[in-house]
Structures are given as structure tokens and as C-alpha cells.
T-cell receptor, first 116, second 107 residues
Framework: SAVISQKPSRDICQRGTSLTIQCQVD?????MFWYRQQPGQSLTLIAT?????????ESGFVIDKFPISRPNLTFSTLTVSNMSPEDSSIYLC?????????????FGPGTRLTVL | EDKVVQSPLSLVVHEGDTVTLNCSYE??????LLWYKQEKKAPTFLFML????IEKKSGRLSSILDKKELFSILNITATQTGDSAVYLC???????FGAGTRLTVKP
């Protein structure tokens, strides 16, 4: 399995500010995804982070609000911009293709964001 | 409209019982089906199912996919209190998750 770390693990932020979340994997992976899980809800895919090109966003999510970078095959960042209390959520990255296996998909430990 | 539907939404059993969790999906954007266990923060990967009729097993857990009827089941035998969690299924393709089944195993 892949070892995935996320920073920060949690944060409390003020309305109107931005937070960048990092996702680091201990091995190269083919796919990296960013999800949001709001309290009591299931997971919602925000975007697929593409290495060397712009991320692919799901309906309802836009690059201006959630800019994503993926400079290499082991690292990605998600920025939550101009935050509002509605952005309070757990943000998770997940990876696929670790160790060359395409039949597994693992999640990072998540970042718990609270916006005041 | 849900594209991935899990049932039941919650389930309470006693230790030693066997449970079957269901996940049905629409065929749009289907590549494979994933099952996860979520206890606290991050979901833990259980299975990815791509082929119909081939059971995957891991200890007391097993899962199978029926691509004709568009559903999958997750079986847990001899349940333990540590199996208490929310079990999620997701359609790989557009990574749409179901609402989850909250399983509670009582001693």
C-alpha cells in the first residue's frame, strides 16, 4: 500500500483567507484525486490532479476557488480560496496506481478545515 | 438523483452475525466498483471490483460484482465490534460515492 501524508491535519481559518493543503505520497502514482467530505455526508470528488497539466474539475467546482497543482508523480496541493464557513469540511486526497497496481485506491488521512 | 445507492443506510447486529451490504449503481461512467471502510477520518480501501462474478476476499470480508444487474455486495462474516464503521461504495469512472451504510456491531 502507499503511505500518504497530508499537511496540515487540521486548521481553523478566518473568512476570506486561503489555505493550501499538501498531499505527499511515498511512491509514484498514476492518479491523484481531491475530495471533500462535509459533516455527516459522503465523499464528493472535487477534481483529478493531472501531472504537468491543469486539473480536471467536477461539476460545481472551479479552478478559481480550488486551484490544484501536481508538479510531479508524488505530490499535489489543493488551495481553498476566499474561504467561507460553507467550506468547513474534511479535505482528502487519494491516489491510485501506487506500486504499479491499478486495482487499489488509497486515501490520505485528511485535513479538517474549520472556517470562522 | 443518486447514481450510486447503498442499502441499508444503517444496520445494527450482534457480534458473530453475518451481514450483507448492498450497492447498486448506474452504468454510466462505470469502470469498476470500490468498497471502503470509514471509521474516523479517512476511508480505508477494501476492494476494487472490475469483473463480474469474481469474488474478492480479505479475511472475514468478501465482495462480488454483478455487472448485468448493476450491483455489488459486501459480506462480513462473524462480525466483531471492530467492524463498526460506515461502509462506502464508489463507482470508479466518475468516482461517485454512495451515502454509505453505517454498521454497528454490539457485543
Amino acid at each position: 500500500s502507499a503511505v500518504i501524508s497530508q499537511k496540515p491535519s487540521r486548521d481553523i481559518c478566518q473568512r476570506g483567507t486561503s489555505l493550501t493543503i499538501q498531499c505527499q505520497v511515498d511512491s509514484q502514482v498514476t492518479m491523484m484525486f481531491w475530495y471533500r467530505q462535509q459533516p455527516g455526508q459522503s465523499l464528493t470528488l472535487i477534481a483529478t490532479a493531472n501531472q504537468g497539466s491543469e486539473a480536471t474539475y467536477e461539476s460545481g467546482f472551479v479552478i478559481d476557488k480550488f486551484p490544484i497543482s501536481r508538479p510531479n508523480l508524488t505530490f499535489s496541493t489543493l488551495t481553498v480560496s476566499n474561504m467561507s464557513p460553507e467550506d468547513s469540511s474534511i479535505y482528502l486526497c487519494s491516489v491510485e496506481g501506487a506500486g504499479g497496481r491499478t486495482d487499489t485506491q488509497y486515501f490520505g488521512p485528511g485535513t479538517r478545515l474549520t472556517v470562522l | 438523483e443518486d447514481k450510486v445507492v447503498q442499502s441499508p443506510l444503517s444496520l445494527v447486529v450482534h457480534e458473530g452475525d453475518t451481514v450483507t451490504l448492498n450497492c447498486s449503481y448506474e452504468v454510466t461512467n462505470f469502470r469498476s466498483l470500490l468498497w471502503y471502510k470509514q471509521e474516523k477520518k479517512a476511508p480505508t480501501f477494501l476492494f476494487m471490483l472490475t469483473s463480474s462474478g469474481i469474488e474478492k476476499k480479505s479475511g472475514r470480508l468478501s465482495s462480488i460484482l454483478d455487472k448485468k444487474e448493476l450491483f455489488s455486495i459486501l459480506n462480513i462474516t462473524a462480525t466483531q465490534t471492530g467492524d463498526s464503521a460506515v461502509y462506502l461504495c464508489a463507482r470508479r469512472g466518475d468516482m461517485r460515492f454512495g451515502a454509505g451504510t453505517r454498521l454497528t456491531v454490539k457485543p
